[in-house]
């Protein structure tokens, strides 16, 4: 492991679950979704709200243009105030991947994955299932 490697990974793991604390904070249902990008999450918010479509597609531009792991922490907490009220959840592993490697000079090719795969998500209409 690199010097770089467990500061990296604390830090991914700290925000990554003060981000989840904030997200869960007071509900019953679980907050974390498996396979809810950011781009996913997103769009149902969009979906579910039906207005905002301009701001929130600033909002998640900014995230997708992230410098570094510390300002995609910071677009992140943005997005889970609104996905909170609307109930709707994150895959916190996925985040926690993604902070991880977002710029990690041993994975330069990792951003633009999860930016081509959050937008693809973001930009794909989606599906709700009968309950």
Do not use: C
């Amino acid at each position: 492991m690199d010097g770089q490697g467990a500061p990296r990974d604390l830090i991914a793991e700290h925000a990554v679950l003060t981000l989840f604390g904030r997200h869960q904070q007071g509900r019953k249902r679980t907050m974390h979704v498996a396979g809810h990008t950011p781009g996913t999450a997103a769009r149902l918010l969009l979906a579910k709200t039906g207005s905002g479509e301009e701001a929130l597609e600033r909002r998640f531009g900014a995230l997708l243009t992230s410098i570094d792991s510390g300002e995609l922490a910071m677009h992140l907490r943005g997005l889970v105030t609104l996905l909170s009220r609307a109930e709707i959840g994150l895959d916190y592993d996925l985040l926690r991947a993604a902070l991880r490697t977002w710029d990690a000079p041993k994975r330069p090719n990792a951003q633009g994955r999860f930016r081509d795969r959050w937008d693809r998500d973001f930009r794909i209409e989606p599906t709700f299932k009968n309950s």
